[in-house]
């Protein structure tokens, strides 16, 4: 865990997910990020099976840091399926638009199309699946038993499934996520299936803490269009009790990181988050909730303020809140936008959900 925040060199810990899904290559540009910025702030990455282990080991404090999904965000902030999380976010880090990817030459057309057949979920552990049990149910449907789930021990396993026919479709999501990008540079080639439009409009009437997110064009091999899903932000959170001088010190390097990011971190900026003014909270020693500029949510700098409801974009800039009792309590009052367009790298509470069924 992570040392004093007197000592110059400080070792945090950030739990990602199993190989070959997004966490893992995002974790490794958030830490390349933080180094290049503060050298003596080590992070160590911590394989896991994703977001639903991410969340009990922060509360348990093996991780100091960890990646989440927003819809284990929204589960466990808003106590869905189990008792309210004492957890802070760090930052929102990218938009996930939940989608399949079939081969070029599969007959698969529409979500209709896939039922009944088998379908790659994502690993156990990760997010992506509680967010396609979300969108399926959203269309009142069951992942688990009107299609044939597989659940994948590492998320790398899922474009040799849909390459070599064991699975009709891989669902996924997130710009440059790397099992679309394996089957769109394939020689098969990929076609993505989305919701439609009214298929949009009855999920986001059922769960309405999703949004819609588009996918721009040129965001994978060979997809000339952009395409128009839904899905939510992901996001770094912070265990309970985490040293404020570190959370300040990341949330400064984080800053500091905007001027050049990586691909991978492209996202993770004032132009997509608004401009939060990290570097001023942290060098002021204060915290509070962060504005966005209207594509994605606020974000809170410190470990003082817990977030109890999703944050989410607003045009105001509030100042930064001094670290108090009071300051922990406090919560966001505007109101989500309902679109998010996610480029290619070169939420307040919004109704409470009711569970989807779990897969087997």
Not at 48 to 74: I, M, Y
Not at 83 to 97: G, H, V
Not at 134 to 158: H, N, Q
Not at 349 to 358: A, E, L, V
């Amino acid at each position: 865990m992570a040392t004093s925040a007197s000592a110059q060199s400080v070792k945090v810990t950030l739990g990602t997910a199993t190989p070959g899904g997004g966490f893992p290559v995002y974790g490794d540009a958030f830490i390349a990020a933080i180094k290049a910025q503060d050298p003596a702030l080590e992070i160590v990455p911590v394989n896991t099976k994703g977001s639903t282990e991410n969340v009990p080991r922060l509360e348990a404090g093996t991780l100091d840091l960890a990646l989440v999904q927003g819809e284990v965000v929204h589960e466990a902030l808003d106590g869905i399926g189990r008792p309210p999380a004492n957890l802070k976010i760090l930052t929102a880090i990218y938009p996930t638009a939940g989608m399949f990817v079939v081969r070029a030459d599969s007959p698969v057309r529409s979500i209709a199309d896939l039922k009944g057949k088998k379908i790659a979920w994502g690993a156990a552990g990760s997010g992506l699946v509680i967010l396609g049990r979300y969108v399926m149910d959203g269309l009142d449907l069951d992942a688990s038993k009107d299609f044939e789930p597989v659940l994948l021990e590492r998320a790398g396993d899922g474009p040799a499934m849909v390459l070599d026919g064991r699975v009709a479709a891989l669902w996924g999501g997130g710009t440059g996520w790397p099992g679309f990008v394996a089957v769109a540079s394939s020689q098969e080639g990929a076609r993505f299936i989305a919701p439609t439009a009214e298929e949009r409009t009855r999920i986001l009437a059922k769960h309405s803490f999703l949004k819609t997110i588009t996918q721009a064009a040129g965001s994978f091999p060979g997809q000339k269009e952009p395409i128009v899903a839904v899905g939510s932000w992901s996001f770094v959170m912070a265990r309970p009790g985490l040293d404020e001088a570190v959370v300040m010190r990341l949330a400064k390097a984080l800053h500091g990181a905007e001027a050049k990011p990586s691909p991978q971190m492209a996202e993770t900026t004032e132009e997509h988050l608004g401009r939060p003014h990290r570097a001023k909270c942290a060098a002021s020693g204060r915290s509070g909730l962060l504005p966005a500029g209207g594509t994605g949510p606020k974000v809170a700098v410190t470990s003082a303020a817990p977030v109890r409801s999703l944050p989410t974009a607003t045009h105001r800039s509030p100042p930064c809140r001094t670290t108090t009792r009071a300051a922990s309590k406090a919560k966001a009052a505007t109101a989500a936008p309902k679109t998010t367009t996610t480029a290619p790298r070169s939420s307040s509470r919004t109704g409470r959900s009711t569970r989807p069924p779990r897969m087997p």
